[in-house]
């Protein structure tokens, strides 16, 4: 367990057990090791809420937009808590390598498809980053739903849907089914909505 990570966990949890507090939902979906989590974006604690939905013995690492890590004192934390950024955008080979590690050690890794926030909670179209990384290391895709509104003292449900294997002809796969596999990944995002 990462140190940083679990004094994070630790001082965040009055946040995301009291006042903006967690609810997981189908947390028997959860692979018993490492996966692909992906979820929708509509605010910037998104992975907070997951973190949290997930519980503090299943440390994720999170591919974040390259600007935050670059903030003061935040972006150090969040580098020592294992998120790493991605510059959008671009290839970014750096950040795609780090995945890559992380899911081939057999590590949690959340990534947001869309590859950006849509606060008034519509789904966007998705990138393939998530198709690539699922393909090439073989590991398990989890479907994640998180409701664009969070309200103080209420509930707030983080939906996981049932972990799956993307399929290619090819061992790496082309552009077109990469393509596939993202549209079929926000659908069955989209399809969790009914379980809030």
């Known amino acids: 367990m990462n140190i940083v990570y679990l004094l994070a966990y630790i001082v965040l949890w009055p946040v995301f057990r009291i006042l903006l507090p967690t609810k997981a939902v189908n947390k028997q979906n ?7 989590y ?6 910037l604690n998104d992975p907070l809420f997951v973190a949290y939905a997930l519980g503090v013995s299943r440390q994720i690492h999170v591919m974040a937009k390259d600007e935050i890590m670059h903030w003061p004192v935040i972006g150090w934390i969040l580098k020592k808590g294992g998120i790493f950024g991605v510059k959008r955008g671009q290839s970014d080979v750096g950040a795609i390598r780090t995945a890559l590690k992380y899911l081939k050690n057999g590590e949690n890794l959340l990534l947001f498809p869309e590859g950006t926030r849509h606060q008034d909670g519509d789904m966007g179209d998705a990138k393939t980053g998530a198709a690539m990384l699922a393909v090439r290391t073989g590991v398990p895709v989890v479907p994640i739903y998180i409701p ?7 509930f707030t449900p983080v939906v996981f849907g049932e972990p799956y294997y993307p399929q290619v002809a090819g061992r790496k796969g082309t552009s077109e089914e990469y393509r596939a596999i993202a549209s079929d990944l926000m659908a069955r995002i989209e399809k969790l909505k009914d379980q809030v």
């Open 30 to 36: 959860l692979p018993a090791r490492g996966a692909l």
């Open 148 to 154: 664009a509104e969070k309200h103080w003292f209420r």
């Open 38 to 43: 992906c979820a929708n974006h509509t605010r």
